[in-house]
């Protein structure tokens, strides 16, 4: 089962993946039916279809709130950024959190419009991508793993010229487009061990990106744990969980996207999120 939002006829609608046909969920919006309890979910399935190529697949789904992200949760990728930037490396002893507006989400396959007036360096991150299936508040680590609805891929686009500037992440991370999403989700129980996922990036065809969630400092429980003391997680909110080494601020020389490049994000046993990349 994957789960999609999906446009037929002009019409958004939530779907789930069958082989080679989208069923239609009777619910105005996938975060709706996410949001059910899990008894009810299989009732909104209704026997109509369509072929998959008959059809445009939107983001699966837009959060009410700011999209969670993790910084600095792949050893490699932290020590890669301390050598890119002159600094000493130096781990936080807890999940260092910030977020991205829900306005940057973007849809699978779809082409992402960036200005050159706005930022020269754009980047790319491959992550894994948490929705959250429960409403948790204090949730243990034990538990934690029990609020996932499912899994997604999600290209954390980044400015860096605008993180840099303004000396913090939100500015850089938010811009409209800067959050493609998809192609669908894959429900918690089918992925299996999420932590032991591998994860790959590749711009024109050529991989920039290749690790396993398996070397996230950060487990997923500990950061749905974490992230959930003292504060709300609801169903649909989505945590992406961090990039892995070989993003293109820290190569030598540097690399940014290009007016024209196709993006990859590839994780296992979930699929390929595949972005255009258009700078004007």
């Known amino acids: 089962m994957r789960y999609v939002t999906f446009e037929h ?35 909104r399935h209704r026997p109509e279809s369509y072929a998959l190529a008959d059809v445009s697949l939107a983001a699966p789904v837009r959060p009410n709130k700011n999209i969670f992200c993790v910084g600095r949760n ?5 020590l890669e950024g301390a050598r890119a930037t002159g600094r000493d490396l130096n781990l936080p002893d807890v999940p260092t959190f910030f977020t991205k507006a829900p306005t940057a989400i973007a849809n699978p396959e779809a082409t992402l419009e960036f200005s050159s007036r706005v930022s020269h360096e ?6 894994l991508a948490v929705v959250i299936g429960a409403r948790v508040k204090n949730v243990s680590e ?27 992440w939100f500015k850089g991370k938010s811009l409209d487009s800067a959050a493609p999403i998809g192609p669908w989700i894959v429900p918690a129980g089918e992925i299996g061990d999420a932590q032991n996922l591998s994860i790959a990036l590749r711009v024109n065809g050529v991989e920039k990106q290749h690790s396993s969630t398996a070397r996230m400092i950060f487990s997923l429980p500990v950061l749905i744990a974490e992230l ?15 990039t892995p080494e070989g993003v293109g601020f820290a190569r030598t ?23 255009r990349i258009r700078i004007i």
């Open 142 to 168: 034990e538990h934690a793993l029990g609020a996932v609805f499912g899994y997604t891929c999600f290209n954390d686009i980044t400015a860096r010229d605008l993180q840099r500037a303004h000396v913090q």
């Open 74 to 78: 792949y050893l490699d990728h932290a």
């Open 9 to 43: 006829q002009g019409r958004l609608r939530p779907g789930y993946l069958d082989g080679n046909r989208v069923g239609a969920i009777d619910c105005g919006t996938l975060l709706e039916y996410i949001a059910l309890p899990l008894e009810r979910r299989a009732e």
């Open 228 to 242: 959930s003391k003292g504060m709300t997680l609801e169903p649909g909110d989505v945590i992406a969980t961090g």
């Open 122 to 127: 754009y980047d790319f991150e491959a992550e």
């Open 253 to 275: 020389p540097p690399e940014f996207l290009k007016d024209g490049d196709e993006v990859e994000v590839e994780i296992e046993k979930i699929g390929i999120l595949r972005n």
